[in-house]
């Protein structure tokens, strides 16, 4: 225990050396003074919380918000001192205010040791005294043996030793760790990977010595030494030998591995990022906007107190006949006295802060967000995915984007390659019906006969079908029983039951079209690799693999061929192998690529290198001796891959089609017309990403693109950017482009970002390629730190984008076929890129406007709430009587004015969404803050004062200077004072303020379904009759019951009714006229949308406007018609929703009904659709 409170501390690290020794099987050495090493357990502890610091740690985390902070100090101040009103007033919102959201954090919490639990405690198989026992995942120990079987996880992070396959190697997916999806080849030392059986393995003596623990999961450095007849053997362990927690044995009936990280010291473990805390601009404003109410609260706190002494310096106000001070009183100093008073007065006035406007906006982000998951525009048919939302904080962010940052490869295209062209030896070639045929030539052969290739195309087949890594599935069909021959594949390879697996779609697509051209791999086999070239059988010895890293940006393979000849395969970049060639069609071939990526290509280069036998036996050893060290194995390595992948004959290049995803051309479009700028971030090279920018609408033929490409030093890309920025002044082109390469960009973020950011903001479309990972991360942080502080939003699909996606404002993973890991990073997660545009367009639009008029609306409410209190003190002597009884104190938040706000929030829709859809340009309406501006604000805040005076002043004319009207219809002019006394007036004020302050949101509302009638009608009639119960009642359980009576007094009274009526006409009829004022003669973009939707609208049933579903009754039946039954617009008509019992709905033929799943900008009419 000491010791771990040592190691939080930081006085104790855990790993003192650089290194790690793990004694296989716990076997330590028995002489010499050995000192074991301490590791970490095997627990895996995602949770936040433990049931002993729940409590205080929460706490701590829920007053560290300046509100919750603010209302702790109030509700301190009234215990400790005398003041007007009740601590229960303050302490009860904020118990229910810090109750709710520890529930809400303390259930996440739990379901995450739920999840905990069932890891920890997952059954594992260790061996352990000779024999193999079963624990659980908790119990392994660092230097366990660990069997895994098929189809199971790996519970730690395991060196593999051997595998019931007699080469030791065995095949597992990461899918779960870097989303990919191929078989991985991982392989086990020549000396334990005989070890196949419980009693070999308890005799092996062997020790691993490997790194500390690190997060990347690509690196492991290692060497074991294994004692043979004692003879020490020490073997090099590399990433191919360590099978990390999380990822899944497969193709592979057993293995057994020792455990080496285990627990929070796991690869997997290391690598959960914490994400950090991303917090929206509405939030921003509204932490502005509490800080300035703290101010005007300050202000008539200080004022109150001040006007006190100044009317106290009158000797009978000081001391009035009929309230004599205390000696105390008259002895206690008045520094104190003054201090009490001003803390006094800010209790008073203290629910000028709206406590409950923290859960309202809570719970607002957490309901809206389903509706997102709800939408059935946002769900992919052909994947069977819906749009997911991992957090709910940053809904309102997606309607204030102004610049999206996009990667290619799977995001704007589908990430399914097709081999279209190669060039081999200068000349071009394309597939033609399985056939290679050169440019210019048809196919003319007759079907089936053997096609005539020459050795310099065989080779670079041969290059194709061998430098690689991908993986072989052989599926039989279930039809082969008994009759069929489910070893086919031995003697002939057959298209139908042999799949290829890969972690690259291009490998895939390249080995794939190898085969149709009579060139297949038909898989590996230990070390050997067999292809068949027009099904004569060879087979190749593989010697090394040479793996692919972002800096060489190539790979290779050295194979021993069946001659005995040893031969370097190689497949890279142009600007990767081109350099390192001597011989070849180089010029050619060079003219070839760059017109392949002309036509949005992705393209390979393949080149091969003859060994003599010496020179193999050089290569052989420098590869051996820098993957055995221990100390700079990585650098040690390239230099080994430098030396050998030099002197290449150039075989040939390859181009593959990427298609592009629907509908990526008017989604760009509809995001330029929104005024958002887009730009794209990928690693291809530049020709084949302007082509694709070009073919994907990014670009325009119109559009003057400019160019900062192979920049060398400062001062030449200082001087292009200033060139370039003359040119954007002089040219007189209403739209520029701008394409920037790696280097380029690295050399302008360097020096010159001001004048880099210049020349990009004056362009419409920015493209960014040969682009490393976190440098996309640097050009997004670059567009946020900027001056302007513009929202942006990345979106991607792969491992390569999670920085991208983490930097950004909003982050958005599409799920496609790079894994998950984009998608488990990610805010949002779409399936497709054009869904983009409902999001933002119509969900972002929706979920700002909703949220920005719930917050101004809240500060509105409170100064209504408060401002008529501290106009009291006026009237009262400053003597900090409380306007309204201390229930209703409690409850104006809480319940009375508490459910429209949150009902508006949700179900606001000031355009119809189909309008959002087809008018793009009205996202610019909202962009900016604009409806959390200072005016809107200042414009609520006096909005909330005018009406305070109204309902004061009010009052106190209308009723305070009148007889009575009693229910009897006679005037009592004696006992006006006795009925109109200090609670009476405080109540009538009270009852107009929750009459105005709800129904000025009903003017707000534009779109209107039962539950905001509900709400609406229901908080004001809730109201009356709590008041008549509260009143008419006497509560034993009450202290003092001052409103007994008074309301129902109140009610009995024409002149009051009369009061209310007036009063609260007077508050909303200057909204009415201001409204109809500006709507006429200054309507915006929006106001004019509303009154053209309106009629397009009308046919729509109210599942339409909610979430636009179609395709019928799929699967979401249920939702839809509880969706029906919440809107309530469903009107019985002919043409529209047909109320029946079976709720079923349809359009008639005849109707046009515009679809927001069609076209993003020309919503075309469709048929008849059936909800």
Known sequence: MLRWIRQQLGFDPPHQSETRTVYVANRFPQHGHYIPQRFADNRIISSKYTIWNFVPKNLFEQFRRIANFYFLIIFLVQLMIDTPTSPVTSGLPLFFVITVTAIKQGYEDWLRHKADNEVNGAPVFVVRSGSLVQTRSKNIRVGDIVRVA??????????????????????????????????????????????????????????????????????????????????????????????????????????????VYTGMESKMALNYKCKSQKRSAVEKSMNTFLLIYLGILLSEAVLSTILKYAWQAEDKWDEPFYNQKTDQERNSSPILKFISDFLAFLVLYNFIIPISLYVTVEMQKFLGSFFIGWDLDLYHEESDQKAQVNTSDLNEELGQVEYVFTDKTGTLTENEMQFRECSISGTKYREVNGKLVPEGMTDDSPDGSTPHLVGEELLFLKAVSLCHTVQISYDQPDCLVGGGDPFSHVNGFSSNHMEYYASSPDEKALVEAAKRIGVAFTGTSGDTMEIKTFGKTEKYKLLHVLEFDADRRRMSVILQTPSGGQVLFTKGAESAILPFTTSGEIEKTRLHVDEFALKGLRTLVVACRHFSPEEYIDVDRRLNAARTALQQREERLQEAFSYIERDLQLLGATGVEDKLQDKVQETIEALRLAGIKVWVLTGDKHETAVSVSLSCGHFHRTMNILELLQQRSDNECAEQLRRLARR?????????????????????????????????????????????????????????????KPITLAIGDGANDVSMIQEAHVGIGIMGKEGRQAVRNSDYAIARFKFLAKLLLVHGHFYYIRIATLVQYFFYKNVCFITPQFLYQFFCLFSQQTLYDSVYLTLYNICFTSLPILVYSLFEQLVHPHVLQSKPGLYRDISKNAMLSFRTFLYWTLLGFCHAFVFFFGSYILMGEDTTLMGNGQILRANRQLMFGNWTFGTLVFTVMVITVTLKLALETHFWTWMNHFVTWGSIAFYFIFSLFYGGIIWPFLHTQDMYFVFVQLLSSGSAWFAIIIIVITCLFPDVVKKVFYRHLHPTSTQKSQSLSAPQAQDLSCLESLCCYQHGQSGCTRLARLLEHMTGQCKASANNCHASSRSNRSWSDTENFYSNDRSILTLSPIEATHC
């Open 728 to 788: 954007i002044k002089e040219d007189h082109v209403i739209q520029h482009g701008l394409v920037v390469d790696g280097a380029s960009l690295s050399l302008a973020l360097r020096e010159h970002e001001k004048l880099f950011m210049e020349v990009c903001k004056n362009c419409s479309a920015v493209l960014c390629c040969r682009m490393a990972p976190l440098q996309k991360a640097k050009v997004v942080r670059l567009l946020k730190t900027s001056p302007e």
């Open 150 to 259: 098929k189809d199971e996880t790996f519970p730690a992070d395991l060196v593999l030793l051997s595998s019931d396959r007699a080469d030791g190697t065995c095949h597992i997916t990461t899918a779960s760790l870097d989303g990919e999806t191929n078989l991985k080849t991982h392989y086990s030392v020549a000396e334990t990977s005989v070890c196949q059986s419980v009693s070999q393995l308890e005799a092996l003596q062997a020790v691993v010595e490997c790194q500390q623990p690190e997060a990347d999961l690509y690196r492991f450095v290692g060497r074991v030494t294994v004692t043979q007849h004692g003879e020490e053997i020490v073997r090099p362990l590399g990433p191919e030998n360590l099978l990390l927690r999380g990822a899944r044995l497969k193709n592979t009936k057993e293995i057994f591995g020792v455990a």
